[in-house]
């Protein structure tokens, strides 16, 4: 069984299960980038990398652990945090392992968390104590892993997009106290931001199961049998949009015009408040995507295409020179 899968069946096992809408739902904002993607062309990370599994990087309720992947050349390196997505019901950290690898092998320092859930219990406050407990882990034995500290980002997709965008903007998220200075860019691949909208546009059904009382988004907001309606204050603190100043990081946000389970609108939102702060922000709409892995056309999300622009990003913002000395090209 392939990580999605796993996901998906540890979903429907909490009684949360993951499941796509019947129709899309729209996405018509003007200052986002159109993309059709050849998916055809595909990643193909070496092995250069040196990978560090299983380390315990905090201790609440259970050991959170992290996977690293160091370049083999010389550091120190530009670090980046991933964060899996998983509907707020599990987070794997094997996740995006292809891709993880091709981002190492561009020159960073990639490290890859398991973080809290409604699993186990938690809210996103304590996801966004986690990111901040990975950070912290990594800025202390930076030395050992060949890091970089002082050039961060954070990545993630789905719910880790959620986190990622909410760590680097909410000062109450505790990023910016291990940093000293916050994150220096956030990629938020088909990410929440507005959470009691996450299914606006998608069809009665799956709006339901994301706002009823016992769902795992209004329980990841404030705890189990919560509904979102009724706390629309928490909803509002909650959203990255809402934290945004001129201070923030630049981001690049990617959203398929096919997700079934994240509405691109999500990533809109979030792009236009970041352009109204004067925060630099480039969106990409990629034609024919859906929701990652999780997707018929999952492969574009594997493509060397998208994958670049990722990469580019990062070194714009970071600075890294590729382990074999050819630049990335989409």
Known sequence: MNTMRLIMALAALSGRPIRPSSVAAPD??????????????????????????????????????????????PGPHPLVLYLPGGGFVTARRAMAARQRRYVAQAGFVVASIDYRTVSDGATYR?????V??????????????????????????????????TAATDPGSGVAAVTGAGVDAVVDVFGASHLATVADGFDPAMVTAYTMSGAALPAYLRGPGRALVDHPAEVINADPASHITSETPPFLLLHGDDDRI?????????????RRAGVDSTRYVLQGAGHGALSAAARIWTSTQVMAIIVNFLRSRLGATPESGDEIRG
Do not use: C, N
């Open 28 to 73: 018509d904002d003007p200052d986002s980038i159109r993309l059709h993607v050849r998916s055809a062309d595909q990643i193909k990370p070496g092995r250069s990398a040196r990978a560090y599994r299983g380390i315990v990087y905090a201790a609440s309720a259970r050991k959170l652990r992290m996977d690293i992947l160091v370049p083999q050349a």
């Open 126 to 130: 304590d996801g966004l104590a986690d």
């Open 132 to 165: 901040a407990a990975a950070l912290s882990f990594l800025r202390l034995h930076a030395g050992r892993y060949g890091i970089a500290p002082a050039r961060t980002a954070l990545w993630g997709e789905s719910a880790g997009g959620y986190l990622a965008a």
């Open 262 to 274: 994240v509405a691109p609108a999500q990533t809109a939102r979030l792009h236009q408040a970041l």
